[in-house]
């Protein structure tokens, strides 16, 4: 089984690229751009890593990483080493939020941030054939307003996302809150997720499906609270980006075992398996298959659902959908 999951064509829709730093392109980007991180090495960093009590406790580590990311060629090289891990796992394609509003309240123009982050998605498709797309990730602790300056500069860009996502802090900072944003994205034509209902209640899930129109929620962990948003998620069919590891560390559920998977799969509704923070979460999105496929002993059947799924969720072309549908058919012959 595990050389099948290391085959399957993936596609990845939930990953932070700042949550992609290993530690070691951490500590020489802080030595290049002479910045000096409250952390002393690499033994320190995994301890704090090993030992985040909830999302909070990881955003405020987060928070203090990004200071290293401050020049167009410290986002190249963080993109390309990850579009270059993930390569080796057979990610075809993968969509990546970009932290666009915690950087701009660095300081750190988008000009800068496109500039890198482009030149890596462009070097993906031409020399390890794999298809990419950026989503503007706003904080949902900040004022609408500053999202919707932001988004507003952005369009400047337009050529270089596809759309846009909402993270951070939950509690207090419900979907309700973002209305014009999403309006004003909807208007333009984005792509629209958020994340909803990972600490958030299920009434979060709701109101990004109602207020925000969105296609696809990112965790979605709680929706399972609520039976009839259970069938409105099945009977809509929207995607949910579950992040298996990610939901462990941050301690969402106590073992992978408690994840609604098999609920989501029997009740059909379009879940797919991602990374989220894989630098910080103890692995990327094969190494989320394998912890799956650990505590569920899914079948071939229930890993083609799941590839499906995701490839159904992505905000891809019909041609480009054909050929990961394609490439999936071509792993199932292969294997039996
Ligand atoms: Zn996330």
């Not at 401050?70 to 394609?93: C, G, K, M, P």
């Not at 129109?213 to 099945?234: F, G, M, N, T, Y």
């Amino acid at each position: 089984m595990d050389s099948f999951l290391r085959c399957l064509p993936k596609v990845e829709l939930h990953v932070h690229i700042e949550g992609t730093m290993e530690p070691d392109l951490l500590f020489k980007l802080a030595k290049r751009n002479n910045i000096t991180l409250p952390f002393k090495d690499i033994n320190e960093l995994k301890e704090i890593y090993a030992n985040f009590n909830d999302l909070k406790s990881f955003l405020d580590v987060l928070e203090k990483e990004c200071s290293v990311l401050i020049t167009s060629e410290d986002f190249y090289d963080l993109a390309w080493a990850y579009f270059q891990r993930v390569a080796a796992d057979n990610v075809r394609h993968c969509e990546v939020f970009v932290d666009i509003h915690a950087h701009i309240n660095r300081g750190v123009s988008l000009k800068c941030q496109f500039d890198g982050l482009i030149r890596a998605c462009q070097k993906a498709t031409k020399e390890i054939n794999m298809t990419t797309a950026l989503l503007l990730s706003f904080l949902r602790d900040e004022s609408e307003q500053s999202a919707l300056d932001i988004l507003d500069k952005a369009l400047e860009y337009r050529e270089y996302f596809i759309g846009i996502g909402l993270e951070s802090n939950e509690i207090n900072n419900p979907p309700s809150k973002f209305i014009r944003l999403y309006k004003k994205a909807h208007e333009l034509g984005l792509h629209c997720v958020a994340h909803a209902g990972e600490e958030g209640s299920s009434s979060y899930i709701k109101e990004a499906l109602d207020l925000l129109k969105v296609e696809r929620i990112d965790h979605s962990i709680h929706c399972i609270d609520d039976p009839i948003l259970l069938k409105q998620i099945a009977q809509s069919q929207i995607p949910l980006t579950m992040c298996p590891l990610s939901n462990l560390k941050l301690k969402v559920v106590k073992k992978i075992h408690d994840l609604p998977l098999k609920l989501f799969l029997e009740n059909h509704i379009r879940v797919t398996i991602n990374s989220d923070d894989p630098a910080y979460f103890d692995g990327y999105i094969l190494a989320n298959f394998y912890a799956i496929q650990e505590a569920f002993q899914l079948s071939i059947q229930d890993w083609v659902q799941l590839t499906q799924n995701a490839i159904y969720a992505a905000f891809i072309s019909n041609e480009r959908r054909q050929e990961l549908l394609k490439e999936l058919e071509d792993i199932l012959k292969n294997h039996q």
